[in-house]
């Protein structure tokens, strides 16, 4: 599994680029793991759903399996449910709360081989799971970006703390060993 994350206020751009490591790396035989969140989560979600033969994708709920959040995405939770894998600590009827978010990041962190960050400002969500998968010895990969974009500020901070600049799902590949 390989993670995908970002920030749920994406550029057009950051969408586009999620949804191409999500498709090329699918198509190498990950799995796509993210957290159904608005944004970077959904267009790697989508990109995997929309791949012609079956292609699996995890989603990390930061609620519990009968409740989707955000609520736009109760297709997408359905489609992920018949082609893949919800995934969640929390009880039926437990609903969003803040706290949630960062205990849904340690799984999705815990479970991937590597996190690709796509975009991420400053305080960012996907910059605690990058931290969680460095903690845990997973791979840390960060598209890099503008220095003046805030969407990229994370990103670029995780490049100088050692994260791997990747620029196309081959880089990805060659960092797991999956040329």
């Known amino acids: 599994m390989v993670a995908i994350v970002g920030s749920r206020n994406a550029s057009a751009t950051g969408l586009k680029n999620a949804a191409l490591f999500a498709h090329k790396l699918s198509k190498a035989g990950l799995l796509i793991i993210s957290g159904l969140a608005r944004g970077i989560d959904g267009a790697a979600h989508r990109a995997v759903l929309d791949l012609c033969q079956p292609h699996f994708t995890a989603a990390v709920c930061g609620t519990g399996l009968d409740m989707v959040y955000p609520r736009e995405h109760l297709g997408l939770a359905k489609a992920i449910g018949q082609q893949g894998l919800l995934i969640s600590e929390f009880a039926p009827g437990v609903g969003p709360k803040a706290f949630h978010f960062p205990k849904r990041n340690r799984i999705i962190a815990a479970l991937a081989l590597g996190v690709v960050v796509v975009e991420a400002t400053e305080r960012s969500g996907s910059l605690i799971t990058a931290r969680i998968a460095a903690d845990l010895g997973r791979e840390v990969f960060a598209l890099p970006g503008p220095i003046h974009d ?28 999956f040329t």
């Open 150 to 177: 805030p969407l990229f500020v994370g990103c670029n901070q995780l490049i100088q703390q050692g994260a791997k600049l990747v620029q196309t799902p081959k880089d990805v590949l060659d960092e797991l060993i």
